[in-house]
């Protein structure tokens, strides 16, 4: 069973950076769309950023400008740089990933179990 594997969280102070990495937990066939998405306190989760294979990437606005997203194909590992972070940006941050974990499979969606990311005033 894929697992996606997350890190990088943690208590910023606002104007900070953080760089959060998420990488399958076992070997994999291929990783087609990755992303991250966000959930604040009594909010729905929200996209973030998503790159696909090929490195074409998406933003949620409230981020253009802020935040980084890039992969390495050779580890299907894909990252978020967050800087500039603000108070705003505090929320639990998850992974997600369109896995392949063999050749004969299908393609799956999977979800990282989220870290926490929190920013101070």
């Known amino acids: 069973q894929v697992q996606l594997v997350e890190s990088g969280g943690g208590l910023v102070q606002a104007g900070g950076s953080l760089r959060l990495s998420c990488a399958p937990s076992?070997?994999?066939?291929?990783?087609?769309?990755m992303g991250w998405y966000r959930q604040a306190p009594g909010k729905q989760r929200e996209l973030v950023a998503s790159?696909?294979?090929?490195?074409?990437?998406n933003y949620a606005d409230s981020v253009k400008g802020r935040f980084t997203i890039s992969r390495t194909n050779a580890n299907n590992t894909v990252y978020l740089q967050m800087n500039s972070l603000k108070p705003e940006d505090t929320a639990v941050y998850y992974c997600?990933?369109?896995?392949?974990?063999?050749?004969?499979?299908?393609?799956?969606?999977?979800w990282g179990q989220g870290t926490q990311v929190t920013v101070s005033s």
């Open positions: 076992g070997t994999i066939f291929s990783a087609n769309a």
């Open positions: 997600n990933a369109d896995i392949k974990f063999a050749i004969w499979a299908m393609r799956k969606n999977y």
């Open positions: 790159i696909t294979s090929g490195g074409s990437t």
